[in-house]
T-cell receptor
Framework: GAGVSQTPSNKVTEKGKYVELRCDPI?????LYWYRQSLGQGPEFLIY????????DSGLPNDRFFAVRPEGSVSTLKIQRTERGDSAVYLC???????????FGPGTRLTVL | QKEVEQDPGPLSVPEGAIVSLNCTYS??????FMWYRQYSRKGPELLMY????GNKEDGRFTAQVDKSSKYISLFIRDSQPSDSATYLC???????????FGKGTMLLVSP
């Protein structure tokens, strides 16, 4: 079936604005992950969902970041009061189960001006 | 010191060369080791997955894990220009889902 999809592919916003990034996982995958990849760095973990609940949100940098997965499928990462330092590629991954292979989407490139 | 160290490169080789990519790590709890390939402006795709120490081969790719030295390697034989990408090592403790990545090594294979 289709892979992980993310929308938008690019998002440019101004400092202080609110943004939402969407992830559509592979159909049937119960686990969903958000990572952030800054320029020249590897992906860094943000949050992990098992079903509808956040099983581990220890990677969220501060309370401006929040993510939801209300029906256990699509997830939205929400960033309030964006800062220039939030500029990065936000990657979503899904896996069939908790410890299974993670498949990544193409990412959303966020630029905060 | 970061948990996973990886030389960012770039590593430039001619077509047909054998490529060696490496990562070191400090967390002895890591049990699962992966190599992902990432093309420019794309998401990472899984290349190799190994558990604990040992070797694993898949076509032109061989992954090695030496837990005693906390050192992992990826070898690419008969490298092709299409192998030009960033290679990310990733690790995972037993029972935990989240991955810890290295910075990635940029590989350039010239025709």
């Amino acid at each position: 079936g289709a892979g992980v999809s993310q929308t938008p592919s690019n998002k440019v916003t101004e400092k202080g604005k609110y943004v939402e990034l969407r992830c559509d996982p592979i159909s049937g995958h119960t686990a969903l992950y958000w990572y952030r990849q800054s320029l020249g760095q590897g992906p860094e973990f943000l949050i992990y969902f098992q079903g509808t609940g956040a099983a581990d949100d220890s990677g969220l940098p501060n309370d401006r970041f929040f993510a939801v997965r209300p029906e256990g499928s699509v997830s939205t990462l929400k960033i309030q009061r964006t800062e220039r330092g939030d500029s990065a590629v936000y990657l979503c991954a899904s896996s069939a189960g908790q410890l299974d292979t993670q498949y990544f989407g193409p990412g959303t490139r966020l630029t905060v001006l | 010191q970061k948990e996973v160290e990886q030389d960012p490169g770039p590593l430039s080789v001619p077509e047909g060369a054998i490529v060696s990519l490496n990562c070191t790590y400090s967390n002895s709890a890591f049990q699962y080791f992966m190599w992902y390939r990432q093309y420019s402006r794309k998401g990472p795709e899984l290349l190799m997955y190994t558990y604990s120490s040992g070797n694993k081969e898949d076509g032109r790719f061989t992954a090695q894990v030496d837990k005693s030295s906390k050192y992992i390697s990826l070898f690419i034989r008969d490298s092709q220009p299409s192998d030009s990408a960033t290679y990310l090592c990733a690790m995972q403790p037993s029972g935990y889902s989240t991955l810890t990545f290295g910075k990635g090594t940029m590989l350039l294979v010239s025709p």
